[in-house]
Structure formats: C-alpha cells, structure tokens
C-alpha cells in the first residue's frame, strides 16, 4: 500500500462532522447556502419562522448560541468555528436539544462573503475573538477594515455587528477600524464594562444575546474583570 497516497485528516473529528448532514455543514459545503439560507431555515422551522438570520462567530461547542436559540425557536442561528472537535460537540449538543433552529459551520469567518448572499443576515456576533496580540500575530485579527467590509455587504439594511472581548487594546484597535467604514457603518454603543454598564443593559434588552455569557466570560466577570463591547449598525 503507498501511504503517501493516503490524505491525512487534520482531525478525526472532520469526519465525524459528516455524521451530522443537514446540520454540520463542511468540506466546501458551507458555501452551499449562499443565497438560500432562508428557505433552509424555513423548511426546518416551518410557517412559524420569522425570516430573521443570526450569524455567531466563533461559536465553539454552541453552549451559549443553543441556549439563546432555545429562547428564541423562531429565528434562525448559524454558527461558524474552525475547532472540528468543538464543533462536533456542539453538533451533539444541538442534536440532543431538537434545536431545527440552528445550523453549524465548519469554515473561517473571513469567507462570509462566500458564505452568505448581500442582505442576507440580520446580525452578526463576535465574542471573545482570538486577540492575535503578538507582533507576528496582529495581520491575522478578524476586525479589520476588510472584514468589517464584507460584513457590512451580507448584513440587511439596519442590520448590527456586535463584539464583545475582555482585551483592552483590541477593544481600541477595533474601534480605530471601525472609523475606517465610518461611511458604512454607525457605531452605536461602546462600553469599558459590558455588564455594568446600565443604560447598555437596558438598551439591549429582548436582544437574543441579552443577559447571556459564555464559561469563559463569566470566569472574567467572577474575577471583576471588565468585558468591552462595541456594536455598529448597518447603514
């Protein structure tokens, strides 16, 4: 047998990702529901579907995503993460749960505009990005014009970018970048402390990720440890 022939997976976990068809979507197959992502969700929420599309970014093993989407069963949430492992646990997750709400990709975010159509989502959340703080590191940061760009062209009219990190320079870094599509986008809130940040809270009230946090946020929040956010609003 030549081994050489044998293609190597990444992951074992990339595999079992095909276990879950119709949910996982990977191996190019991210990209199949371009412009259609709508009539997917409504064929497997039925008539009771609201017609709004949620984008989480970095969703991990959708510990948070499957909770808000329990909450909200008539709107529909794609997550994305490059983790096969995590994403495989968050398949089970969302299998065990009944979610027909939720879709999951496996892929990079920077491809949203191989992923989804113009005007196709509603919002798009990032929270607790991979800071990329080391020198080497900073040309690889997902908020960045570019990026910001791409986003700006799925989102529908009035639609929200939202991000929440506990890293202080990003938080800034993000907010210089942000002036860039200043022409694009408004910026409509920016907090130095997230969940003490009262007139925020209220503001954001009924939104989907109100009052949520993921493990890792709430070891920063038991530690008192400041959790930045920003949100810019589609012009």
């Not at 190597?8 to 879950?20: F, I, K, Q």
């Not at 949620?54 to 909200?72: S, Y």
């Not at 760009?149 to 938080?171: I, N, Q």
Request: hydrophobic share 40%; glycine share 8%; aromatic share 10%.
């Amino acid at each position: 047998m030549n081994l050489g022939s044998v293609t190597r997976r990444r992951s074992v976990y990339a595999d079992r990702l095909l276990e879950h068809r119709g949910l996982v979507f990977s191996d190019g197959a991210q990209f199949a529901h371009r412009d259609t992502w709508r009539e997917y969700f409504e064929s497997r929420i039925g008539p009771a579907f609201d017609g709004r599309v949620i984008f989480e970014v970095g969703c991990n093993d959708a510990a948070l995503l499957a909770r808000v989407a329990a909450r909200h069963p008539t709107t529909g949430f794609i997550g994305i993460d490059w983790k096969c492992r995590a994403l495989h646990t968050a398949a089970q997750r969302v299998s065990i749960e009944g979610l027909r709400n939720v879709a999951l990709l496996h892929g990079r975010a920077q491809d949203v505009q191989q992923i989804f159509a113009e005007r196709e989502i509603d919002e798009v959340w990032i929270f607790h990005p991979e800071p990329c703080d080391k020198p080497r590191e900073l040309a690889n940061r997902l908020i960045a014009e570019r990026f910001l760009r791409d986003v700006h062209a799925v989102l529908r009219d009035g639609g929200s970018l939202v991000l929440k990190t506990d890293h202080p320079e990003y938080y800034q870094r993000s907010l210089d970048d942000g002036r860039a599509v200043a022409d694009q986008f408004d910026l409509v809130a920016s907090s130095a402390d997230f969940w003490n940040d009262g007139p925020l809270q209220r503001a954001i009230a009924g939104r989907g990720f109100a009052g949520e946090s993921s493990a890792f946020e709430d070891r920063y929040r038991r530690k008192r440890r400041p959790i930045y956010y920003l949100e810019w609003r589609k012009r």
